[in-house]
């Protein structure tokens, strides 16, 4: 996913959303966001924004809590991927 101008405002709604009061507007902005991890690149576009003077804080800061909380996601993801590999070679 290229820093492009566009990218940048959809990524900040989509955080911006993701503190929504409205459930359904939460829900929608998180499920955005789950599609926007497929893309290379989305979550330096985060990271960029949680660096970025140039944006809310409210972005800045929900952009850091979905990024720590997508590489904690992803990460356990990861460890119980590779666990499953390690036990099933064992067992052959």
Do not use: C
């Amino acid at each position: 996913m290229q820093a492009t101008p566009e990218n940048l405002q959809f990524l900040s709604q989509a955080l911006t959303s993701t503190v929504s009061p409205d459930s359904a507007t939460r829900r929608a902005a998180e499920e955005q966001l789950r599609n926007g991890e497929k893309q290379s690149g989305f979550l330096q576009l985060v990271l960029d924004l949680v660096r970025s003077d140039d944006v809310e804080m409210v972005v800045r800061q929900a952009a850091g809590v979905y990024f720590k909380n997508a590489v904690k996601r992803l990460w356990e993801s990861e460890e119980v991927s590779t666990a499953h590999s390690v036990h099933t070679s064992a067992g052959n």
